[in-house]
């Protein structure tokens, strides 16, 4: 696994314990935040119930995602707030834009030397 992504596992895994302890915050997540695969589906897992109108509970998250069953953290409270997090987590996903934009004209550069169009 990238070493990258668990840098930041410990704040989705956060984020989602969060949600868990207060799901109206659910709203101000998206799917581009997580990195880990299992966070991933507990976050897609989170948002069908809450489309579907069913409480968000870590049993129900469980249950809709069982084979990511043991990714679903307890629900918690931080005096840390969420903001915090979000702002993090976006940053990481902004770098992660980014460096695909400079690998992109990385390539190209070496294209035009190359004479490769």
Request: proline fraction near 5%; hydrophobic fraction near 45%.
């Amino acid at each position: 696994m990238n070493p990258h992504v668990l840098d930041f596992a410990g704040y989705e895994e956060t984020l989602l314990a969060m949600v868990l302890y207060k799901p109206s915050d659910l709203g101000r997540l998206t799917a581009s935040l997580f990195d880990n695969p299992g966070n991933l589906a507990v976050f897609e897992a989170m948002t069908r119930l809450r489309d579907r109108g069913e409480e968000i509970t870590k049993e129900s998250v469980r249950k809709a995602a069982p084979q990511w069953g043991h990714c679903v953290p307890d629900p918690w409270f931080t005096v840390v707030n969420i903001d915090f997090f979000l702002t993090v987590l976006e940053g990481r996903r902004q770098q992660k834009v980014r460096r695909a934009e400079l690998l992109d004209e990385l390539k190209a550069i070496e294209e035009a030397e190359l004479g490769i169009f």
